[in-house]
């Protein structure tokens, strides 16, 4: 079985710049997360839907981040405008929910994205 | 306080030794309880997970979970240098949320 898919695996661009990186969830999963790894903070989740539909984004870090899922198989988290500190790996990871609880996430290879 | 604790490490063993790794958390009402390893420029990959106190066992690898220490372990036996590589704790919370440990860094040495 395909695991979960991200693209770009790396990414160099100019601050200022939009980014946009690409998630294609576990076929059947319903719950998708985006998080973000740096050496300094570690594993932070930035946002998490259900359904397709956002559940908890009290970790954006700001307006510059959003992020979308317009069907169960596809999401995207864009950076607009960029900056040097947005510089980390950021992963998608999906899993089932059942009931009100989550099984445990599966994650993507992660993004690498370097702010110039 | 952080929900989840971890060790950074790094924790460099010998070829064949037993690992401990470790965690504590913050929060009795968690219930859900994962350990991931991660190789160097990968993602996170699901090693064991349980829902008990006690421990769980799969091939060279036991987790181990003590609901009233709010302390979880991996042991790894008979060490190889494949599992080299960071592992991290995971803890189902409150509201459907994941929290993970910061990771400890593991070398096995040949």
């Known amino acids: 079985d395909a695991g979960v898919i991200q693209s770009p695996r790396h990414e160099v661009t100019e601050m200022g710049q939009e980014v946009t990186l690409r998630c294609k969830p576990i076929?059947?999963?319903?719950?998708l997360f985006w998080y973000r790894q740096t050496m300094m903070r570690g594993l932070e989740l930035l946002i998490y839907?259900?359904?397709?539909?956002?559940?908890?984004d009290s970790g954006m870090p700001e307006d510059r981040f959003s992020a979308k899922m317009p069907n169960a198989s596809f999401s995207t988290l864009k950076i607009q405008p960029s900056e040097p500190r947005d510089s980390a790996v950021y992963f998608c990871?999906?899993?089932?929910?059942?009931?009100?609880?989550?099984?445990?996430?599966?994650f993507g290879d992660g993004t690498r994205l370097s702010i110039l | 306080q952080k929900e989840v604790e971890q060790d950074p490490g790094p924790l460099s063993v010998p070829e064949g030794a037993i690992v401990s790794l470790n965690c504590t958390y913050s929060?009795?009402?968690?219930?859900?309880f994962m350990w991931y390893r991660q190789y160097s420029r990968k993602g996170p990959e699901l090693l064991m997970y349980t829902y008990s106190s006690g421990n769980k066992e799969d091939g060279r690898f036991t987790a181990q979970v003590d609901k009233s220490s709010k302390y979880i372990s991996l042991f790894i036996r008979d060490s190889q240098p494949s599992d080299s590589a960071t592992y991290l704790c995971?803890?189902?919370?409150?509201?459907?949320?994941?929290?993970f440990g910061s990771g400890t860094k593991l070398n096995v040495k040949p």
């Open positions: 076929s059947g999963h319903n719950s």
């Open positions: 929060n009795s009402a968690f219930q859900y």
């Open positions: 839907f259900n359904n397709n539909v956002p559940i908890d």
């Open positions: 995971a803890i189902l919370g409150n509201f459907n949320k994941f929290y």
């Open positions: 990871a999906s899993s089932s929910s059942v009931g009100y609880s989550n099984q445990p996430q599966h």
